[in-house]
């Protein structure tokens, strides 16, 4: 019988990983990766690094990753970095260094590729795979290893996969291998680190209804906490549940969806590429600033960004018609505006002033904790006439006033 087979390789505490190829002596510690630049390990006379103890950051960054080891002592993703500092005041703090990672995701997906090409991004360290039609994954036997099984074919693939990855970077991966994209979501967490799990309908009763319900890829903490409120805690909980009751509780798209979810039933496709629909870049400050006090800091992290922005766009290919900004502050109230352009552009200068007019659109005089910049209605460069693309830069820079904040970025070469 031909079975569809799904993968969902998700790398192993990526960013802490690639920060211990950088650092090896660090290995088998507690390491968290987040907060500043101001954290960057110090070299010293003997070729060896200081590195920052977690105990001595104060601010209001947040942990961006952690190694297993941190992990243990009750740290993870997403945490402020003084809840972790308390938890676990010996781990050593690594600044973040997207630029990278960036590079090692390259590397994992071109190398998955070699393998298997039909492959969904999903991120920086997370893919779908569709292995099905990959030669030698409906085997019985596997023609190399003699293994013999239901699932040897595939599980030699996902193991030649984990080895050229590993090959490729130097890091492990896990991957859930099942029917379908939302059972391998799950399944790829079952095993970390350097986990293989392969899963098929009849193993859903014994290793995935025992889960909690928020395991499941779309339950978030308000759907979790509902269910919680009515009894249901776990995955077969959800299953077993009556498809009317859900409705009524969750409305009629989300309640189906959640008696699909919990039965393992998931039809989507793997999909190769979608355009993406926005491109933004914000950051979090360590302190909360006021514009009347902190100009000069806002001024200068406001141009980094759009030059960022700029540089994305640039990078990827794409042509934004649409600016905005997005603002948080310290009541974690969050204001968007955003304006639209005559034409597409690419240019920092021209994204720097129209992000300047949407801050004109907001109040300015509360303090900010968050600060960001957003690029949309995007096109492929090549899909506009080169006149349209002039006119996205130049002609929309000569129609501009000097924005919020003052300052400009500096300008390319050839600008």
Known sequence: MHCRWIAHLDMDAFYASVELLRYPELRGRAVVVGGRRAHQPVPQADGSYRFSAL????????VTTATYEARALGVHSGMGLMKAAALAPDAVLLPADFDEYRKYSRLFKAAVAEVAPLIEDRGIDEIYIDL?????????????????????GVQAIAERIKAR?????????????????????????????????????????????????KRINGIGPKASAKLEALGILTIGELAA????????QFGSNYGAWLHEAANGRD????????????ISRETTFERDLLVREDRAALAAI??????????????????????????????????????????????????RQTAGHCLKKTKLDQRLRLLGVRAGSLC????????????????????????????????????
Not at 319 to 348: C, M, N, Q, S, W
């Open 132 to 152: 099905t039609e990959v030669p030698g994954a409906q085997a019985v036997v596997d023609a190399d290893s003699q293994k013999s099984g239901p699932h040897a």
């Open 241 to 248: 549940a009556n498809p009317q009751w859900l409705l009524e």
């Open 380 to 415: 492929r460069a090549g899909a506009l006439p080169a006149t349209a693309q002039e006119r996205g830069g130049a002609g929309e820079r000569d129609q501009l006033s000097l924005p919020m904040f003052e300052g400009s970025p500096r300008p390319r070469p050839g600008v």
């Open 302 to 351: 406001f141009t980094r960004l759009c030059e960022q922005l700029a540089a994305d766009l640039r990078r990827k290919g794409y042509l934004a018609k649409t600016i905005g900004v997005k603002l948080r502050y310290d009541d974690f109230r969050i204001v968007t505006r955003e304006l639209t352009l005559e034409a597409h552009t690419d240019d920092a200068r021209t994204i």
């Open 267 to 278: 039809e989507r496709p793997v999909v190769t590429f979608s355009e993406p629909k926005s």
């Open 55 to 62: 105990r001595s950051y104060a601010g209001r960054g947040v």
């Open 165 to 213: 990855v590993y090959l490729a970077t130097g890091l492990s991966c896990s991957m859930g291998i099942t029917p379908n994209k939302l059972l391998s979501k799950i399944s790829s967490e079952l095993d970390k680190p350097n986990g293989l799990t392969i899963l098929t309908p009849a193993d859903v009763a014994s290793r995935i209804w025992p889960l909690p319900a």
